[in-house]
């Protein structure tokens, strides 16, 4: 099958890219070009490479059909985040392609009502980002209740080499590792019971690729993608400690007090995290599929904190986990 991937050098497509090329697939890798894959692989040399700017192309009415143009039979789409977009490109595809895979985010569901949850839960979203995915999620799968070939796949938080992923406190800011590393009292929001979902970034992709290849048994669905299990963020920031030898200090404030103590930017992330709390049933994409995570939650952010400590972005007094 031709795959055409839409984002290709980003978090997930830097894993789902050889994914493919190993399952057989002749794939058409299209970014901005403005920076290599985060994960490097032997596949990427036989890959055809396609650049162009996506936002100027939306812009001039000329996505859709430059997609369209490269003659896929299965488009995954890994960085749509307007309506719009997915309309162009549907309209453009239609009739053309056996499968548009788009990513989505957990973040469909709002607040949870329950935990776990799976895919019949509530659409609730709140943030401009929630709201436009679960709007493209319902257009996609209007969509394939009349013919068109589209499914969905919703990550929890994705992780990996090559960025820092989600800390303990619900923010980026890697400090927080620091402080555990350096065995000093780190301030959690709350109690510290509020959920994290991370997913690892090549189990995205073992996600996607198996999509591709079961076709017949994802068209019109939605799927959730994270580790098998949530993890608080007191028992993230105690599993953390120990990576670097270390038992963790916590002291537990409430909300306003400790978001006062933070950057407004940490203190606006960690706000959404502690709201949505995600706690997402991945039983339907492994029966389905037969989706296997490799990583839990916090061996997700491990890997990438290891990335940290090897690239320098970590002081150099932390040890090594």
Known sequence: MRVVVLGATGHIGSWLVPRLVRDGHSVAAVSRGVRRPYHDAGEWRVVEHVIFDRDQAERDGTYGGR??????????????????????????????????LHCGTLWVHGVPRSCPYDEHAAREPFGDYGIRKAEIERYLLDEAQAGFPAAILHPGHISGPGWAPINPAGNLDIRVFETLARGEVLSLPNDGGARLQHVHADDVAQAFALAVANRDQVVGEAFHVAAREPVTMRDYAEGAARWFGKEARLEFV????????????????????????????????????????????????????????????????????
């Open 67 to 100: 997609v369209a143009a490269l003659d896929p039979d299965i488009v995954i789409d890994l960085i749509c985040f307007e309506p719009r977009t997915a309309r162009q490109l549907v309209e453009a595809l239609r009739g053309r392609v056996d499968l548009l």
């Open 254 to 321: 409430p909300f306003d007090e400790w978001a006062a103590r933070v950057p407004p930017e940490s203190a606006a992330t960690t706000r959404d995290h502690v709201l949505h709390s995600p706690c997402a049933s991945i039983e339907k994409l492994c029966a389905r599929i037969g989706f296997a995570p490799r990583y839990t939650a916090v061996g997700a952010a491990e890997d990438a904190v290891r990335w940290l400590m090897s690239s320098g972005h970590l002081s150099a007094s932390t040890q090594s986990p």
